[in-house]
């Protein structure tokens, strides 16, 4: 597997948890699971990027400065998966838009992307700027509602990968 690192941005703990959990099961060390302000991008050549949604629709506030770093990386030989952390009842407007903001900021870097195309089966909410194209542009989790889903999917999301770090 070439070098990867599990980058996270989180205010409660859920993404850093869960970072940690996709971390683990990609047999990715500990020392490579960082918070966006203490990641170092450079040396990586996967980018495993998680974010939790805020307000209406917003990152994690850690990722504003994060993001800036990483338009200024040349991005252009690394590989790139998102996943996030949504409230799909009482947000079911903005599920997971932070994986689509990310998404966003970064489609144009000359990223490759992987784990991009997760399917909205089984999901339950309105709306979502991380669905493009009819999937998910990248995991999005619901510890909230639905956190007896969530290492399912994230098992499924690590299968689908793995083979191509």
Same mark, same amino acid.
């Given at each position: 597997?070439?070098?990867?690192?599990?980058?996270?941005?989180?205010?409660? #703990?859920?993404?850093?948890?869960? +970072?940690?959990?996709?971390?683990?099961?990609?047999?990715?060390? +500990?020392?490579?699971? &960082?918070?966006?302000?203490? &990641?170092?991008?450079?040396?990586?050549?996967?980018?495993?990027?998680?974010?939790?949604?805020?307000?209406?629709?917003?990152?994690?506030?850690?990722?504003?400065?994060?993001?800036?770093? @990483?338009?200024?990386?040349?991005?252009?030989?690394?590989?790139?998966? @998102?996943?996030?952390?949504?409230?799909?009842?009482?947000?079911?407007?903005?599920?997971?838009?932070?994986?689509?903001?990310?998404?966003?900021?970064?489609?144009?870097? #000359?990223?490759?992307?992987? #784990?991009?195309?997760?399917?909205?089966?089984?999901?339950?909410?309105?709306?979502?700027?991380?669905?493009?194209?009819? +999937?998910?542009?990248? @995991?999005?989790?619901?510890?909230?509602?639905?956190?007896?889903?969530? +290492?399912?999917?994230?098992?499924?999301?690590? &299968?689908?990968?793995?083979?191509?770090?």
């Amino acid at each position: 597997m070439k070098t990867t690192i599990v980058i996270y941005g989180s205010s409660t #703990g859920s993404c850093q948890s869960i +970072a940690e959990t996709i971390a683990s099961k990609l047999g990715v060390e +500990a020392v490579d699971v &960082a918070n966006i302000d203490d &990641a170092t991008i450079t040396s990586h050549e996967n980018l495993l990027l998680g974010t939790s949604t805020w307000g209406a629709g917003e990152m994690q506030d850690d990722w504003y400065d994060g993001v800036k770093v @990483l338009k200024s990386a040349d991005l252009s030989m690394k590989f790139v998966a @998102l996943f996030g952390c949504g409230d799909s009842e009482s947000y079911c407007d903005t599920f997971c838009d932070g994986i689509g903001v990310l998404y966003e900021d970064l489609k144009d870097s #000359g990223c490759t992307f992987l #784990g991009n195309k997760v399917s909205t089966d089984g999901y339950s909410f309105s709306s979502s700027i991380a669905v493009v194209d009819g +999937a998910f542009v990248g @995991l999005p989790l619901d510890e909230v509602n639905e956190s007896n889903k969530t +290492a399912e999917r994230i098992d499924a999301w690590t &299968a689908e990968i793995k083979s191509k770090l």
